[in-house]
């Protein structure tokens, strides 16, 4: 009977898995959404007069820094206090913190912030337009539709290294 159990309970765990290890709850094949979001961002920069503000880096993302701010950079690892506000190109607000902000360990967060927030310094603010693949990719995350182009206006508040 132990024995009965212990394969019933083996099949069930490995059948109940999805093939990608769990990290695809929707079960569906992941889409680059990368030339649909270098258009809506490039769209959205010209649309908000930005374009000449905005730095792109080599993996699609884009900043503007309105204030460099003058304290403490962070690094992938560093404990950060950012007051943000989360929206999607349709400029539909998603998530806000207080004005205080909120603390991350940055290395817990979508790729987009752990490469953005080390361009500012302590009391630096400035946007982070975040295409999909650094975002939330294909998944639909709190709201977020797959495919999505993140837009955070951003005012780092503090870092712990």
């Known amino acids: 009977m132990k ?3 212990a394969v019933l309970f083996t099949l069930t765990l490995f059948t109940s898995c999805s093939i990608d290890g769990g990290t695809n709850p929707e079960n569906i094949t992941p889409k680059d959404y990368s030339a649909e979001n270098e258009k809506q961002i490039t769209e959205y920069l010209a649309k908000n007069n930005l374009t000449s503000k905005a730095q792109a880096t080599g993996t699609g993302l884009y ?11 962070a690094t992938t690892s560093s404990t950060v206090t950012v007051s943000y506000k989360g929206s999607l190109i349709s400029g539909s607000v998603f998530d806000q913190s207080t004005a205080d902000g909120s603390t991350f360990v940055l290395s817990n967060l979508i790729e987009g912030w752990k490469e953005g927030i080390p361009y500012f310094k302590e009391g630096g603010s400035g946007l982070l337009i975040i295409p999909a693949h650094l975002g939330y990719g294909s998944y639909n995350k709190n709201g ?18």
Do not use: D, M, Y
Not at 63 to 73: H, P
Not at 151 to 157: A, C, D, R
């Open 144 to 161: 977020i539709p797959a495919g999505s182009v993140l837009i955070f206006e951003i005012k780092l508040v503090s870092v712990t290294n």
């Open 3 to 5: 024995k009965l159990l």
């Open 63 to 73: 900043f503007i820094i309105n204030e460099q701010g003058t304290g403490k950079q």
